[in-house]
């Protein structure tokens, strides 16, 4: 049995594309299904010569190399049982040895295959097609014990260090962060669709999604190895995740393949807060604060992923489009609720 899997002429005329958002995320939904008779569209082959490359890097940023740490060094992990266990893990100070665990457990590459003249990487993160669309980001503050300036940080996982995009002030970095926790800082994941639409063609917003989710997941069991907590900020606006991670710095992405910023999360040792149903994490930030905070100095370019793209999936961009989230909402999480966003539930 041969599955048609090229691509239809045939496109929607304009009046009949709905325009409610939510109708709009529903007929991606429908249009990328898989049939019994055929498949969601795609090239229907893979384009070897256009193949993305797996590895963004950022052109004229620093790179600080993060400690390579053997199994047996501080940090240590505990027993994978102990994750789950509320306070059986002592949390650990937020450290560069500490930073560099949490993201080798989180996005990391974990091997190198080889068959033939082919060589690749897997990651602690699962990843669909293992085509790793996820870029992750640190907005880290001034802490004693981190010899690392105040700012964002993009995570290059080949070279296990961060890349320095931009140095925030410290005092406002500490009003962004003033109402969580001690010590807290941020964690960004970004999508790169082309990495997923070379293959998958139309379906790749779908796996974008999917693979966001398995890196906040890796990103929770990281944490926790620490001792440390982390709950996704659910009431940000998209435009003010884009803003933070400078997704939105068309000038530093001219060249490049856009990144579509998916979520932010805050991370922090759990040490010796208490946690009670009246205490409340808020799920937002500040987007005025926010918005001081990256009026700063900009650092590297985006490199390019592909030389050639061939077909483009409008569609994408569409769904995208539909689901970015307009607004930011004031929303926040009891304490109970909060401190329960770990490894342990």
Same mark, same amino acid.
């Given at each position: 049995?041969?599955m ?18 939510i ?11 898989h049939?019994f008779?055929?498949?969601a569209r ?5 384009? !070897?010569a %256009?193949q993305?490359?797996p590895?963004?890097?950022f ?5 600080i ?17 102990a ?7 002592v949390?650990?100070?937020?450290t ?10 989180s ?5 190198w295959?080889k068959?033939g003249d082919?060589? !690749?990487?897997?990651r602690?993160?699962?990843s ?10 640190? *907005? ?6 981190l ?11 080949k ?10 002030p410290?005092?406002?970095v ?9 010590? %807290? ?19 790749a917003?779908r796996y974008c999604?999917?693979d ?10 990281a ?5 440390w907590?982390?709950?996704?900020l659910?009431?940000?606006s998209?435009?003010t995740v ?14 490049a393949e ?7 999360? *805050?991370?922090?040792?759990?040490g ?12 937002f930030?500040?987007?005025e604060?926010?918005r001081?905070? *990256? ?6 370019k ?10 483009? !999936?409008?569609i ?9 989230k ?6 926040s ?10 490894? %342990?539930r």
């Open positions: 049995i041969t048609a899997t090229e691509i239809p002429l045939y496109r929607e005329p304009a009046e009949t594309v709905p325009t409610d958002p109708d709009r995320v529903i007929r991606y939904h429908v249009q990328t299904k049939h008779n055929r498949y795609s090239l229907g082959h893979l384009d !070897w %256009s993305p490359d590895f963004r890097r052109g004229g940023s620093e790179l190399s993060l400690p390579l740490l053997k199994p047996d060094e501080e940090p240590l992990s505990p027993p994978y049982d994750i789950y266990e509320r306070g059986a893990v949390a650990k100070a937020v560069l040895p500490a930073l560099s665990r949490f993201l080798e457990f996005l990391a590459l974990s091997a295959k068959a082919m060589q !690749w990487a897997l602690s993160n699962p669909s097609g293992n085509l790793h669309p996820t870029e992750g980001y640190l *907005v880290l503050p001034q802490l004693d014990g010899d690392l300036k105040a700012g964002l940080y993009h995570y290059a996982p070279e296990h260090g961060l890349e320095f995009r931009a140095e925030f410290a005092g406002q500490a009003r962004v962060l003033a109402p969580f926790p001690p010590d %807290s800082f941020l964690f960004g994941l970004t999508s790169v669709h082309w990495r997923e639409a070379w293959k998958y063609g139309e379906r917003f999604n999917h966001v989710g398995h890196a906040i997941g890796t990103a929770r069991i944490a926790a190895t620490l001792g907590n982390m709950a996704l659910d009431g940000m998209q435009e884009a803003m933070l991670l400078g997704t939105d710095r068309s000038d530093d992405f001219a060249d856009p990144e579509h910023p998916d979520c932010l999360a *805050v991370v922090w040792p759990l010796e807060v208490k946690c009670d149903t009246e205490s409340a994490i808020p799920l930030l500040d987007p604060i926010s001081k905070l *990256v009026a700063t100095s900009w650092h590297g985006a490199n390019r992923l592909s030389r050639e793209h061939g077909v483009h !999936w409008d994408i961009d569409e769904a995208a489009e539909a689901s970015w307009l607004s930011d909402e004031r929303l999480a009891a304490g109970s609720r909060a401190y329960a966003n770990d490894a %342990s």
